[in-house]
């Protein structure tokens, strides 16, 4: 861990910018601030970065490019928002073409407010990311220690930031498996998601206070709907998803039949679903890349 400590690789990225805060990322390599005395290396590969600064709001053209560089640095990585504009697309956020700040495209771990950001919150901003990094680190090293230490609990609408963000943090995954980035996972807004706890009931599995899993159940009649079971890239393949269609089957005590649906081919949701107990029964196209598949299940 020392090697990301103290000489993280990062990698930047104008997502849109007025060029503002990218002068002043410049500015932090250049010598008043020289951050690459200290083994900061300003990386042009994601292959081999830890740390995606990303200046800018999000437009059409850029978020591609951001999903891409994102899903292709290895894990664990941290995400830097420097300035207003990629907090939040700033000035340009009612823009035709602006879908907002990074956060809308990808999870962001620290925001560097500012307009311009200035070379010293930017240091900053590396510093707070560092921290993050190392705890990701430390997470993804004690995923078998703990998993046994997960509880399933309902989940409350405080809970929905946290939830939103493994939702798009999990939908990278899944858009890197459909090569579509159409998922309504990873369109939902918060006030969407919030909206939703007042019709459905959320599950949460949370090791440690964090959530790391969860899903969402609907009753009508006498069926219970189950959907968006999304696991937390560090702790797939632990059992954690089936789990949490366990639980949320329990909290629809009624029901007489439950109804999933998965997208083909997300093979791995389709296991899941499978060892759950769901039997495919329909299909429906979704897009050119992705068919939803409906599974079922009897209460027995
Ligand atoms: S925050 Fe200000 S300086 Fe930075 S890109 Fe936006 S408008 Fe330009």
């Known amino acids: ?20 805060c990218d002068i002043e990322v410049l500015a932090c390599l250049t010598p008043i601030f020289d951050v690459e005395r200290l083994g900061v290396v300003n990386t042009g590969n ?3 970065a830890d740390i995606f600064l990303v200046t800018g709001a999000v437009n059409e053209q850029s978020k591609d490019v951001i999903r ?3 899903n292709e640095m290895p894990e664990p990585k941290v995400v830097v928002a420097v300035g207003t504009c990629a907090a939040s697309g700033g000035i340009f956020r009612e823009c035709y073409n602006i879908s907002g700040g990074v956060d809308s495209v990808i999870p962001v771990d620290v925001y560097v407010p500012g307009c ?21 680190h430390q997470d993804m090293k004690a995923v078998p220690q703990n998993t046994d230490q997960t509880l399933y609990l309902r989940a409350e609408k405080s809970d929905a930031p946290e939830i939103l963000a493994l939702q798009k943090n999990a939908g ?10 159409n998922l309504p996972a990873l369109q939902q807004t918060l006030e969407e998601l919030q909206n939703d706890f007042d019709r459905a009931i959320y599950i949460k599995a949370v090791i440690n206070d964090k959530i790391i899993g969860s899903v969402r159940g609907q009753a009508h009649e006498d069926t219970a709907y189950v959907s968006g079971v999304v696991v937390h890239p560090y702790y797939q393949r632990h059992d954690i998803g089936r789990q949490l269609v366990e639980e949320i089957e329990k909290a629809f005590p009624n029901a007489k039949r439950f109804e999933a649906f998965t997208g083909r ?4 949701a389709l296991h899941l679903l499978g060892r759950a107990g769901y039997q495919e029964f329909t299909t429906e196209p979704f897009t050119p890349a992705i068919t939803w598949v409906y599974l079922q299940k009897e209460r027995q």
């Open 1 to 20: 861990m020392s090697g990301f400590t103290k000489s993280p690789w990062i990698i930047h990225y104008d997502a849109s910018s007025c060029n503002g």
């Open 46 to 48: 994601p292959k081999h």
């Open 68 to 70: 891409n560089i994102y």
């Open 116 to 136: 311009a950001a200035r070379p010293e919150a930017i240091v900053d901003g590396v510093v707070q990311a560092l921290k993050v990094l190392e705890q990701k």
């Open 172 to 181: 990278q995954c899944e858009a890197e498996i459909y090569n579509d980035e």
């Open 265 to 268: 081919p997300n093979v791995r």
